[in-house]
């Protein structure tokens, strides 16, 4: 890619990690590291491909650019102007808080529900369990109609950061376990009253 850049044009990438990305660049892009903006755009859904396109797709989302420390100010004032003619909202992380970030609220969740659809279908009698799943169920596993292949390569660019929120669910669930087995009532309404807390700040911060 670097031999064949104009002079002064700007590298910038839409990918759901970024460290990767960036050690990918360090290896070939050598003095056009200063043109390169990292950037990741949070407007996604379970549908994917040019058929999810639509021309308001990122109108009012986020926008993460994680530039480099070479990164001139110039590729990153036009990258984030290309992003805010969108619609978009941008914002400025480091590319490791980055890929700690999305591994906790985007790559964990769509492992979660990729993990809990596989395990009812591997049962003997999943089509019980299918038939008379409701809201709940479809709004929890909506991400696991997602590409599988885009998933899968996910996971393993984000290997280190994913493995470290997996371990941080999997205590969760057990301290859940540990409550429901125990009928430690107050454990478990105090754990959902503190989640719904949680949700609900969440919720009303995407209001305003």
Known sequence: LAPHLKSGAIITDAGSTKANVIKAARTVLGARLV???????????????????????????????????????????????????????VETLDAAQHDRVFAAVSHLPHLAAFALVDELAQRDDGETYFRLAASGFRDFTRIAGSSPEMWRDIALANKTALLSE???????????????????????????????????????????
């Open 35 to 89: 043109d390169f903006v990292p950037g990741h755009p949070i407007a996604g859904s379970e549908r994917s491909g040019p058929g999810a396109a639509r021309a308001d797709l990122y109108q009012g989302k986020k926008v993460v650019l994680t530039p480099l420390a070479e990164t001139r100010e110039a590729a990153i004032e036009t990258v984030k102007a290309l992003w805010l003619a969108t619609g978009a909202q």
């Open 166 to 208: 997996l371990d941080a669910y999997v205590a969760a669930l057990q301290s859940l376990r540990a409550a429901v087995s125990s009928d430690d009532a107050a454990r478990l309404l105090e754990m959902f009253t503190r989640a719904r807390t949680a949700r609900e700040h969440w919720m009303k911060s995407q209001e305003a």
